[in-house]
């Protein structure tokens, strides 16, 4: 580096002096690393740039001539250099291509950075060069042939200098900021083939010389302030293939000399202010694959020689005043894949061409949609844009548009359009945008739309639509927005809507619809606007979610609604059961209970049910589980046999009267609960609660005790897909040492996971609440570390995280092992959050690993060792991790460490031991709780060598190294 700085110094102070000597050093290398200097590679892409090099011709990114040896390309594209221009390129006297396209440099431009005596082609697009260029820049460029500044943060006047470089013949300094009026000498470069500046802030006219331009090939002034007339010359510019004007402010009409440019494929001039008529000419222009006239003044009907235009792809007449009607006689190309005539006054019925694009007559109306589509099909393959609204078009949509098998976009809406909504509108599978608002559209909505599976926008509002809104609309699964309303709509809201996660704006207002909303809305997590005011609906709102702040008019005008938001009581409801079917795609008897079957009955009809009662808050919702291919058994006749969820924080109050959507899944195969379990679960066998929710226990039928959670946290839980892969995922592990997940029970609004039931009770409960009256002996204490620490082994070598390991966490089974439970709940939640993590996991006081307070730390797996080593202090030495004394509060390792440091470790272990215990084990393990307590996370050691010392401090006789 010092030879480097020597080599700077040198270069820049006394550079003749370099040249004369004789020669030390080839100047190119002198200015490559002279300008490797002055930026910064951080992806180290120029690491084959060394100065002691003699040459730099093999160096990555250039180019040398192979007689002399000096460089004359330079190609850096995407190498991510940052930084500013030094003067090292102006050394490179031969370089005659340069190429520093899309990195990161930024500063000014001036002839003390870059200059152009031997460049032909420079390409500086793509960086963040700013600033003016000054009026000198391009002195001495007459070789110069392509130079692009595109996409840089450019501003000022483009320098005269410009015109001086003669040999010009692409310029591109699009999308800076360039302002002011052209270079006076612009269209005097008449070797220019192509000529982009558009997208800076350009102003003034186009002089008329532009006449002289006969390279010209392709011209884009699009987004600029440009004013004035289009000149007659560009008629001249034969070899125009591409005209791109749009958005300025050009006026006045397009020149008719235009119609000479017969190799032109694009011209667009849209959102200016040309006016007169859509220029009949242009129908002759026949290579043109591009018209955009949208958003001018132009007036009168749409040319029949458009007819002619048999290339077309895009034709967009939007925002202009255009009148008349669509000729039959027009047949546009078969290639067209975008047509927009949206915003003008056209009127008559659609002709048949849009929907049999390609053929020349009207088919006869006997021959299937299916020969239909094969003589038609192929013309229409490309239409993926097709937008008439806006207009006074009228008569009926055609069922043929079902063969527009590409169309993306089709948007008719505010036009004047009767009849039914066509069935055949569901074949349209690539259907994104779908807007048949404001006509006088009647009939109902077809079943069909499900079939639209790309939808994101269904736009039906304002038109004379009667029926249901189809459950079939659950099946779109991709849809944002649904608009139905200010329709004659009846029937209730399908409770199908639940299921499309993507909604953010629904609006059924102002129609006819009745019934109680469906509860599962309340899951819809992105909801940002659901309007169903002024129509019939009755009963309470769904609770939680979007439904707590929806704004009351939303759902006012609707005499039957109750709840807060609409400021009435809801009347008192007596409790019915959910039918929750297990296996309902299988069996065809059990879903389709009548649900006019009364409460009792169904509690008859159900072969099984697990009921889970608890303390009910205000009213009780009650949930049944019912099993199928069972006989029903009449002594399951019991009314309280119902289970019921106490009013807890998640559920609503008010019965759910859907009977459906609940899921059950057993891992083992079987649900056991079709085998005829029949048990009870009521307040008095909750097991104990958590950050995750209460824990149940039950006995299925064939003996066999489990455990059930139920999760309270489901409004934070994902969706029920990510839900059952977390669920399936920690389902999969098994260890001896964990507490096994053997299956689950999802509806959007309940969760409840069904564990294998440990008979023990908890670590907590033995050691800090006497249970049995028995001391556990030091070889318990040692096992229960140790299998714990297996379990935390085993579950991370699984890539899991425990996140809330605490000794109430840990089982005990009835021969004394220790079984961890509720691991990796944390992935339930939708996002791995601080926030979440910590608050749920709150209740575990003192055994927090420090970084959860500290946002720049990233939680890992060390988060379960240094809950693991709290544990381990809190099993040897029979403490609660921290213990609130008359005025004190005591931190167990701290107490630990001081006393550890002290000398006198002993005089912490259990005294309930009464020193029945060795002490070659009992002081290493305190060690190890301690190094597991590191505040530092990666001081702590991993479970896998936890493990191995807790072994070797078990068989000292294997080598006792590490802690002594
Ligand atoms: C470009 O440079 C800026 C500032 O030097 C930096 O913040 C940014 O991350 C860089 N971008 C890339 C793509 O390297
Ligand atoms: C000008 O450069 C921009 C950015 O690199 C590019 O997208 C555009 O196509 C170029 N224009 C022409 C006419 O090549
Ligand atoms: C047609 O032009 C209008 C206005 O310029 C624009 O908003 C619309 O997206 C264009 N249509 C298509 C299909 O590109
Ligand atoms: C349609 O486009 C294809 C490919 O772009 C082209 O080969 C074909 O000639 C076009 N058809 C017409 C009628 O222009």
Request: with cysteine; hydrophobic share 40%.
């Amino acid at each position: 580096m010092k030879r480097l700085l020597g080599l700077f110094v040198l270069f820049v102070v006394v550079p003749v002096l370099v040249r004369s000597l004789n020669p030390p050093l080839n100047e190119d290398v002198l200015g490559l690393i002279v300008f490797k200097a002055d930026i910064e590679d951080p992806e180290g892409k120029l690491a084959s740039w060394n100065e002691d090099d003699d040459n730099p011709c093999n160096w990555v990114g250039l180019k040398c001539n192979p007689r002399s040896n000096r460089v004359v390309e330079l190609h850096l594209d995407g190498f991510a250099l940052n930084g500013r221009l030094g003067r090292g390129l102006l050394q490179l006297q031969f370089l005659r291509k340069l190429s520093l396209a899309n990195n990161n440099l930024t500063g000014n431009l001036s002839p003390n950075n870059a200059r152009f005596e031997n460049l032909r082609v420079v390409d500086l697009s793509g960086n963040g060069f700013h600033g003016m260029i000054p009026d000198d820049f391009f002195r001495q460029c007459g070789s110069l042939r392509v130079i692009s500044l595109a996409n840089n943060k450019i501003s000022g006047k483009i320098p005269e200098s410009l015109s001086s470089c003669s040999s010009l013949a692409a310029v591109n300094l699009s999308s800076n900021q360039f302002s002011g009026s052209l270079p006076s000498g612009i269209w005097s470069l008449t070797g220019l083939r192509s000529l982009d500046l558009s997208d800076n802030i350009l102003e003034g006219e186009i002089a008329p010389e532009v006449k002289g331009m006969n390279n010209l090939r392709a011209v884009n002034l699009g987004k600029n302030r440009f004013s004035g007339q289009i000149p007659d010359g560009i008629g001249s510019c034969l070899l125009l293939r591409s005209v791109d004007l749009s958005e300025n402010s050009f006026s006045g009409n397009v020149p008719a000399t235009m119609k000479k440019l017969s190799l032109c494929s694009t011209i667009n001039l849209r959102r200016n202010l040309f006016e007169g008529e859509v220029p009949e000419w242009i129908g002759g222009m026949e290579g043109l694959e591009i018209l955009d006239l949208s958003g001018n003044r132009f007036s009168g009907p749409i040319p029949s020689s458009f007819g002619n235009l048999q290339k077309l792809k895009v034709l967009n007449l939007s925002g202009n005043g255009l009148t008349g009607s669509l000729a039959e006689s027009i047949v546009p190309s078969q290639n067209l894949s975008a047509m927009d005539l949206g915003h003008g006054s056209l009127t008559g019925v659609l002709p048949a061409w849009i929907l049999k694009l390609g053929s020349q007559n009207v088919l006869p109306s006997d021959i299937k949609r299916s020969s239909l589509s094969t003589t038609v099909g192929k013309a229409l393959a490309n239409l993926q844009v097709l937008d008439l609204s806006h207009n006074a078009f009228s008569g009926e949509i055609s069922p043929d548009i079902g063969i527009l098998s590409s169309l993306q976009v089709l948007n008719l809406c505010k036009n004047s359009f009767v009849g039914a909504i066509p069935e055949s509108i569901g074949d349209l599978k690539a259907l994104v945008f779908l807007d048949l608002s404001e006509n006088q559209l009647n009939g109902s909505i077809p079943e069909t739309l499900g079939g639209d599976v790309s939808l994101k926008e269904l736009r039906l509002e304002k038109n004379l639509l009667e029926g249901a809104v189809p459950n079939s609309v659950g099946n779109c699964s991709s849809l944002v927005t649904l608009d139905v309303s200010e329709n004659r709509l009846t029937g209730s809201i399908p409770a199908e809507l639940s299921q499309l996660i993507n909604l953010q704006i629904v609006d059924l207002s102002t129609n006819n619809l009745s019934g109680a909303l469906p509860k599962q809305l309340a899951n819809l997590p992105n909801l940002l606007l659901f309007n169903i005011s002024h129509n019939n609906l009755q009963g309470e709102l769904p609770a939680g979610g979007f439904f707590n702040t929806i704004s009351p008019s939303s759902v006012a005008g609707n005499p039957s609604l109750c709840g807060s938001i609409v400021k009435r009581s809801c009347p008192g409801v007596l409790p019915k059961p959910i039918v929750l079917n297990p296996n309902s795609s299988s069996d065809a008897g059990s879903p389709s209970l009548p649900t006019t079957l009364g409460h009792k009955r169904i509690i008859l009809s159900i072969s099984a049910l697990i009921a889970i009662g608890a303390a009910a808050v205000i009213l009780v919702g009650v949930v049944a589980i019912t099993v199928i291919n069972l006989h029903v058994r009449s002594s399951a006749n019991r009314p309280e046999a119902a289970i019921t969820f106490s009013g807890g924080d998640d559920f609503s109050h008010s019965p759910t009267t859907d009977a459906n959507s609940g899921k059950l899944v057993m891992f083992s195969g079987e649900p056991d609960f079709s085998t005829g379990a029949h048990a009870l679960l009521n307040k008095d066998c909750e097991l104990g609660r958590g950050g995750f929710g209460a824990v149940y226990q039950t006995v299925l039928r064939d003996g066999h005790p489990v455990a059930i959670k139920k999760l309270t946290v489901s409004s934070l839980v994902k969706s029920q897909e990510e839900f059952e892969r977390e669920v399936k995922k920690l389902g999969k592990v098994r260890h001896q040492n964990l507490v096994a997940l053997e299956g689950y029970y999802w509806t959007p609004s309940l969760q409840l996971l069904i564990y294998e039931f440990v008979s023990g009770g908890s670590l907590y409960k033995q050691l800090h609440e006497g249970l049995g009256g028995n001391i556990l002996s030091w070889n318990e204490r040692f096992n229960i570390i140790l299998g714990t620490a297996k379990s935390l082994a085993h579950l991370h070598q699984m890539n899991i995280i425990h996140y809330n390991i605490k000794s109430s966490n840990v089982l005990i089974d009835s021969s004394g092992e220790p079984k961890v439970g509720d691991f990796g709940l944390a992935r339930l939640l939708p996002m791995l959050d601080r926030y979440v993590l910590s608050s749920k996991i709150q209740s575990a006081l003192g055994y927090m690993a420090p970084e959860f307070a500290c946002k720049t730390v990233k939680i890992t797996e060390k988060c379960d060792v240094y809950g693991f080593g709290v544990l381990v202090l809190e099993v040897v030495t029979g403490k609660r991790p921290v213990e609130y004394m008359e005025d004190d509060v005591v931190v167990l390792c701290d107490m630990v460490r001081r006393e550890l440091e002290e000398g006198q470790v002993e005089e912490c272990i259990d005294g309930r031991l009464q020193r029945n215990f060795p002490l070659e084990e009992a002081i290493p393990v305190v060690k190890l709780g301690l190094i597991c307590t590191s505040q530092v996370p990666s001081n702590r050691p991993d479970m896998a060598e936890v493990v191995n010392i807790l072994e070797l401090i078990r068989c000292p006789s294997e080598g006792q190294e590490e802690l002594g």
